[in-house]
Structure formats: structure tokens, C-alpha cells
């Protein structure tokens, strides 16, 4: 079993920046998948960004590619997610979640483990 803790949200002007962070515990983590997701209000949890256990393969969503960076550091057992130039609609609750596939996939379906999630709040 893993264990997922996300951390960094916050509220933040539009055109700022945040750096999410997701802790996971067990020792199987070099082994999984992870991505990120996101659920604003009265909408689907969608992907926003993969990457692979060996960090070589990162995916993103056309919605935030060139904005956000996912990055891993498997000797610490995290997964980070940095958000630059935010946007009002990139608001929402967002989800660390782990694949013992090792596959990325961007339907949420596919992933074992979730966290509890982390609100990010963006004004105008």
C-alpha cells in the first residue's frame, strides 16, 4: 500500500506561481507511474500531468503544457508539479496519484493510489 500526501496550495494571483509537492510513503515508489489531476467545482477530476518511474517520460495536458513541470525524486519519494504563469481556470483541487502499472495514463481510472488532495486558488 502507498500513502500520498500533497502539500503547496494555496491562493495566488493570476500570472504567479506555486510548486506542488506530493510525498509518498512504502518503498514501491521507484516502481510506480504518478500524476497529477485536478477537480474544480461541478467538474470531472481531469489529468494535468505524468511522468514515468524512471523520470525519462512526462506527459501534460494541452491546458497547462509550457506552464507546468512535473518532476520526480525517487530517492525521496516524491513528485512535484511547478505552476507557473496561473490562470483563474486553473482552479481547483489538486490530486497526486500513483500507477503500479508503470504506465501513464490520463484516465484517472487507472491509478491505485490517490491523495487527499490540495486546493489551489487563483484571483483575477
Known amino acids: 500500500q502507498v500513502q500520498l500526501v500533497e502539500s503547496g496550495g494555496g491562493v495566488v494571483q493570476a500570472g504567479g506561481s506555486l510548486r506542488l509537492s506530493c510525498a509518498a510513503s512504502g518503498r514501491t515508489f521507484s516502481g510506480l507511474s504518478m500524476g497529477w489531476f485536478r477537480q474544480a467545482p461541478g467538474k470531472e477530476r481531469e489529468f494535468v500531468a505524468g511522468?514515468?518511474?524512471?523520470?525519462?517520460?512526462?506527459y501534460y495536458a494541452d491546458s497547462v503544457k509550457g506552464r507546468f513541470t512535473i518532476s520526480r525524486d525517487n530517492a525521496r519519494n516524491t513528485v512535484d508539479l511547478q505552476m507557473n504563469s496561473l490562470k483563474p481556470e486553473d482552479t481547483a483541487v489538486y490530486y497526486c496519484a500513483g500507477d503500479r502499472s508503470g504506465l501513464v495514463y490520463r484516465d484517472r481510472y487507472y491509478y491505485d493510489f490517490w491523495g487527499q488532495g490540495t486546493q489551489v486558488t487563483v484571483s483575477s
Open positions: 511522468i514515468g518511474p524512471s523520470a525519462i517520460s512526462t
